[in-house]
């Protein structure tokens, strides 16, 4: 990264830094104006009432529209439908001011909830880590191995995470197992795959100097093997947390208890649109967060040849 393309790239890049924020600051901000625009109550509801005949105010309100209860809200104040953008930050600053508060199962802080999904997430992601690694390992530098186990990590590989749910609860008998495992499941075939990849791609250069020196098998898996393939590593390992913060969220509403699924569910049935849109928010937040910290990762064991 030392010579002068490389430090040219790194030049270029840092110019446009500066330049990339202000535009995504300007994206952000007309983002919000059309949200704004889009959810300015209307204020003919009470007249487009009058207007409606008896038959047609029925059939509004079977299909859950009752056009004198929105009248009554304007009329007082209140907001119904699609929340506005003062209105979520409002409930977002509700929730980030006080984010460990606990009244009950169904009425707890952001913070716990996210604190019971990070949980499962990492704990689901370890087990996946210490099998998937070995194995990969062990499957990289055995051609025939390999070629013995492709077909069955092939079709195990496609099968949604959720799809192993119903299984799970019935044999493990418990909601919280059960998301881990799950997370388990759809985290260990990325890794597996990667670390298999990346064992079978170093190169026969740096195996055939290790031969030459005698190396033991061991060292040479440690000293040589792993470093070579860490950045692949790395990226399986990138590509399973992803996956496994996509589907916590569907996981958790499913088994209910806690977790930011749970959140969004439940306050999906209390009709909170602001709430809902808040956990999104929180969750791509830190579907952000883990994607970084993994890509700092990845930076760190890469190397140049």
């Given at each position: 990264?030392?010579?002068?393309?490389?430090?040219?790239?790194?030049?270029?890049?840092?110019?446009?830094?500066?330049?990339a924020?202000?535009?995504?600051?300007?994206?952000?901000?007309?983002?919000?104006?059309?949200?704004?625009?889009?959810?300015?109550?209307?204020?003919?509801?009470a007249?487009?009432?009058?207007?409606?005949?008896?038959?047609?105010?029925?059939?509004?309100?079977?299909?859950?529209?009752?056009?004198?209860?929105?009248?009554?809200?304007?009329?007082?104040?209140?907001?119904?439908?699609?929340?506005?953008?003062?209105?979520?930050?409002?409930?977002?600053?509700?929730?980030?001011?006080?984010?460990?508060?606990?009244?009950?199962?169904?009425?707890?802080?952001?913070?716990?909830?996210?604190?019971h999904?990070?949980?499962?997430?990492?704990?689901?992601?370890?087990?996946?880590?210490?099998?998937?690694?070995?194995?990969?390992?062990?499957?990289?530098?055995?051609?025939?191995?390999?070629?013995?186990l492709?077909?069955?990590?092939?079709?195990?590989?496609?099968?949604?995470?959720?799809?192993?749910?119903?299984?799970a609860?019935?044999?493990?008998?418990?909601?919280s197992?059960?998301?881990?495992?799950?997370?388990f499941?759809?985290?260990v075939w990325?890794?597996?795959?990667?670390?298999?990849?990346?064992?079978?791609?170093?190169?026969?250069?740096?195996?055939?100097?290790?031969?030459?020196?005698?190396?033991?098998?061991?060292?040479?898996?440690?000293?040589?093997?792993l470093?070579?393939?860490?950045?692949?590593?790395?990226?399986?390992?990138?590509?399973?947390?992803?996956?496994?913060?996509?589907?916590i969220?569907?996981?958790?509403?499913?088994v209910?208890?806690t977790?930011?699924?749970?959140?969004?569910?439940?306050?999906?049935?209390?009709?909170?649109?602001?709430?809902?849109?808040?956990?999104?928010?929180?969750?791509?937040?830190?579907?952000?967060?883990?994607?970084?910290?993994?890509?700092?990762?990845?930076?760190?064991?890469?190397?140049?040849?």
């Amino acid at each position: 990264m030392n010579s002068p393309d490389g430090i040219r790239m790194k030049r270029v890049l840092q110019a446009q830094g500066p330049r990339a924020a202000l535009l995504s600051l300007l994206l952000f901000l007309m983002l919000a104006f059309v949200w704004h625009v889009a959810t300015v109550p209307v204020a003919s509801a009470a007249g487009g009432a009058a207007n409606l005949t008896p038959e047609e105010i029925e059939y509004l309100k079977m299909m859950g529209k009752d056009p004198g209860a929105a009248a009554g809200a304007s009329a007082s104040g209140k907001q119904g439908g699609f929340p506005a953008p003062a209105e979520f930050a409002r409930t977002a600053w509700k929730h980030l001011s006080n984010p460990f508060y606990d009244n009950g199962p169904n009425d707890k802080g952001i913070a716990i909830q996210l604190g019971h999904s990070l949980a499962r997430v990492g704990l689901g992601f370890l087990l996946a880590c210490l099998v998937a690694v070995p194995l990969g390992f062990v499957i990289g530098m055995s051609p025939l191995l390999r070629r013995a186990l492709d077909p069955y990590i092939q079709v195990l590989k496609p099968i949604s995470p959720l799809a192993w749910m119903p299984l799970a609860l019935y044999t493990i008998k418990d909601s919280s197992a059960s998301g881990i495992f799950v997370i388990f499941i759809c985290s260990v075939w990325p890794m597996l795959i990667n670390t298999a990849f990346g064992v079978a791609a170093v190169r026969r250069d740096w195996l055939n100097v290790a031969a030459t020196l005698e190396v033991s098998p061991l060292r040479k898996a440690f000293l040589v093997i792993l470093p070579a393939a860490a950045p692949t590593i790395v990226t399986g390992m990138r590509i399973s947390m992803g996956i496994a913060w996509l589907v916590i969220v569907a996981a958790e509403m499913l088994v209910g208890g806690t977790g930011i699924g749970y959140f969004v569910w439940n306050e999906w049935n209390n009709l909170s649109l602001s709430n809902v849109i808040f956990a999104i928010t929180v969750i791509g937040v830190v579907g952000m967060l883990l994607d970084l910290l993994f890509g700092r990762l990845q930076k760190a064991v890469t190397y140049v040849e």
